[in-house]
């Protein structure tokens, strides 16, 4: 099956600096990314859907100049958190939908998720 | 919008069968994902559909529809390993919304 990676996978920063997470897709050509956070027990909140080479669309509540990605290329997308602070801490996970599997079927793949901790 | 309900919490017994219910209000209907996701981890498709009717695949199977708005997940033969939420999300024309997702607790 198609494979969404993340990268950290796990960081910490001081609260003001900015941190940068990386999402790729390895087998197939992602045309929309998503970018969800998740914190506990809760369920994933969509942030904001970026396709190649357009600017991301934002979900309302989101600060675009807060959390900037960049999807420069169909198998890479990137989510910046800016001047972070505490209550970004959070589960952030990114997904990939691209033509993939038998048929053409339009899944949704999940990267295995960032975990963020801003002290 | 969208809207999705599922039951928060389920138990069930190893071996047993359980079903995981989902009702969804949407304009623009455009398939219905489930996936499984363990304490800690990014969420693992389980299943796709945009038909009305049942996809089984092994021990998990889907059914659909859509006229009820209705999703069901079931799962059989329950191992302990099965312990994890279940997130039910809906596609529209634009996005995939996710559900608040059902803690299932298998017991031995």
């Known amino acids: 099956g198609a494979v969404v990676s993340q990268h950290p996978s796990r960081v910490i920063c001081k609260s003001g600096t900015s941190v940068k997470i990386e999402c790729r897709s390895l087998d197939f050509q992602a045309t929309t990314m998503f970018w969800y956070r998740q914190f506990p027990k809760q369920s994933l909140m969509l942030m904001a859907t970026?396709?190649?080479?357009?600017?991301?669309?934002?979900e309302q509540g989101v600060e675009k100049d807060k959390f900037l990605i960049n999807h420069a290329s169909l198998t890479l997308s990137t989510l910046t958190v800016t001047s972070a602070h505490p209550e970004d801490s959070s589960f952030y996970i990114c997904?990939?939908?691209?033509?993939?599997?038998?048929?053409?079927?339009?899944?949704?793949?999940f990267g295995p998720g960032t975990r963020l901790t801003v002290t | 919008g969208q809207n999705i309900d599922q039951p928060t919490e389920m138990t069930a017994t190893e071996g047993a069968i359980v079903q995981i219910n989902c009702t969804y209000q949407t304009s623009g209907f455009n398939g219905l994902f489930w996936y499984q996701q363990h304490a800690g981890e990014a969420p693992t498709f389980l299943s796709y559909?945009?038909?009305?009717g049942l996809e089984e695949k092994g021990r998990f199977s889907s059914f659909l529809s859509r006229s009820k708005g209705y999703s069901y997940l079931l799962l059989k033969e329950l191992q302990m390993k099965d312990s994890a939420s279940y997130l039910c999300a809906v596609r529209d024309r634009k996005e995939v919304t996710f559900g608040t997702g059902t803690k299932l607790q298998v017991i031995p």
């Open positions: 970026s396709n190649e080479g357009s600017k991301a669309t934002y």
């Open positions: 997904s990939a939908r691209g033509l993939a599997g038998e048929g053409g079927s339009y899944e949704q793949y």
């Open positions: 559909n945009v038909l009305d």
